[in-house]
Antibody
Framework: QVRLVESGGGVVQPGRSLRLSCAASGFAFTSYPMHWVRQAPGKGLEWVALMSNDGNYKYYADTVKGRFTISRDSSQNTLFLQMNGLRVEDTAVYYC????????????????WGKGTTVTVSS | SYVLTQPPSVSVAPGQTARITCGGN??????VHWYQQKPGQAPVLVVYDNTARPSGISERVSGSNSGSTATLSISRVEAGDEADYSCQVWDSNDDRPVVFGGGTRLTVL
């Protein structure tokens, strides 16, 4: 069955780093673009980053550009988010999500989501 | 960048129809997607491409999109429909392509 499982969240001080992982299973990982989306406490969904299925393209929200790096390891079927220079406002549940796709065509929405991992940035 | 505007909350009595709006400049020319999120759970896609429902989503859920407003409708509302609903579009003219609305909390009275 199609599944995404995030890990790596925790409590960290401002300015420190954290690396999130998202293990994918049940589908051809290399065929799908993948996203990170976050949700701060009591707030709505905020898109964070996107990586193309082949890893050649990466896009970031302005709020994280220059601090966060998205990557993927096809041998491990895993998506990563390296978060450096963390700020209090980065506190959120971080979800990885699969962009819907069929052979040769990418849709503009996310059809599979993980349960999320919580990141708390606090001194 | 493109902006989507949703009302913070919508309340409806059981058995009635809930309508959740998503406003944007000429949004009728775009494909709008909707996600449901229950407390403590991950988002679930409930409508894609304005009107289509993924497999397993109730026929009571429907979407429309015209002019400056997209609408998610839930007919014969039940207590189990209480959740946050977020709209989303893709902005291909931007290198920050994914845009979410602020989300709407649906309360079943």
């Amino acid at each position: 069955q199609v599944r995404l499982v995030e890990s790596g969240g925790g409590v960290v001080q401002p300015g420190r780093s954290l690396r999130l992982s998202c293990a994918a299973s049940g589908f051809a990982f290399t065929s799908y673009p993948m996203h990170w989306v976050r949700q701060a406490p009591g707030k709505g969904l905020e898109w964070v980053a996107l990586m193309s299925n082949d890893g050649n393209y990466k896009y970031y929200a302005d709020t994280v550009k220059g601090r966060f790096t998205i990557s993927r390891d096809s041998s491990q079927n895993t998506l990563f988010l390296q978060m450096n220079g963390l700020r209090v406002e980065d506190t959120a549940v971080y979800y990885c999500a699969r962009q819907a796709a069929t052979t040769g065509y990418y849709y503009n929405y996310m059809d599979v989501w993980g349960k999320g991992t919580t990141v708390t940035v606090s001194s | 960048s493109y902006v989507l505007t949703q009302p913070p909350s919508v309340s409806v009595a059981p058995g009635q129809t809930a309508r959740i709006t998503c406003g944007g400049n000429n949004i009728g020319s775009r494909s709008v997607h909707w996600y449901q999120q229950k407390p403590g759970q991950a988002p679930v896609l409930v409508v894609y491409d304005n009107t289509a429902r993924p497999s397993g989503i109730s026929e009571r859920v429907s979407g429309s999109n015209s002019g400056s407003t997209a609408t998610l409708s839930i007919s014969r509302v039940e207590a189990g429909d209480e959740a946050d609903y977020s709209c989303q579009v893709w902005d291909s003219n931007d290198d920050r392509p994914v845009v979410f609305g602020g989300g709407t909390r649906l309360t079943v009275l």
